[in-house]
Nanobody
Framework: QVQLVESGGGLVQAGGSLRLACVASGRTFSVYAMGWFRQAPGREREFVTAITWNGASTSYADSVKGRFTISRENAKNTVYLQMNSLKPEDTAVYYC??????????????WGQGTQVTVSS
């Protein structure tokens, strides 16, 4: 089992920045990759970005490329999502997730509770 706790969400004006953090605990030694997903009201959950536990590979959705950066700090079992140049359409609940299987895509095994990000215009 892996437990994930997100933090850092909030209200920000368009063009602003936020940094989300996800702290993992439990069987983290078996984690292959960590990802961030988001779900806006009335929409399906969508992939935002992911990183392998060793930091060797990353993947980004086209909608956030050049604006968002994922990173990890293994000593703290923490993954970060730096979000710059935020837009109102980035408003969503952001979820942290972990997976054991290879690859940055596919099914993620564990999920956090989510943190709300609201971008005002």
């Amino acid at each position: 089992q892996v437990q994930l706790v997100e933090s850092g969400g909030g209200l920000v004006q368009a063009g602003g920045s936020l940094r989300l953090a996800c702290v993992a605990s439990g069987r983290t030694f078996s984690v292959y990759a960590m990802g961030w997903f988001r779900q806006a009201p009335g929409r399906e959950r969508e992939f935002v970005t992911a990183i392998t536990w060793n930091g060797a590979s990353t993947s980004y959705a086209d909608s956030v490329k050049g604006r968002f950066t994922i990173s990890r700090e293994n000593a703290k079992n923490t993954v970060y999502l730096q979000m710059n140049s935020l837009k109102p359409e980035d408003t969503a609940v952001y979820y942290c997730a972990a997976k054991y299987s290879l690859g940055l895509n596919g099914r993620y095994d564990y999920w956090g509770q989510g943190t709300q990000v609201t971008v005002s215009s």
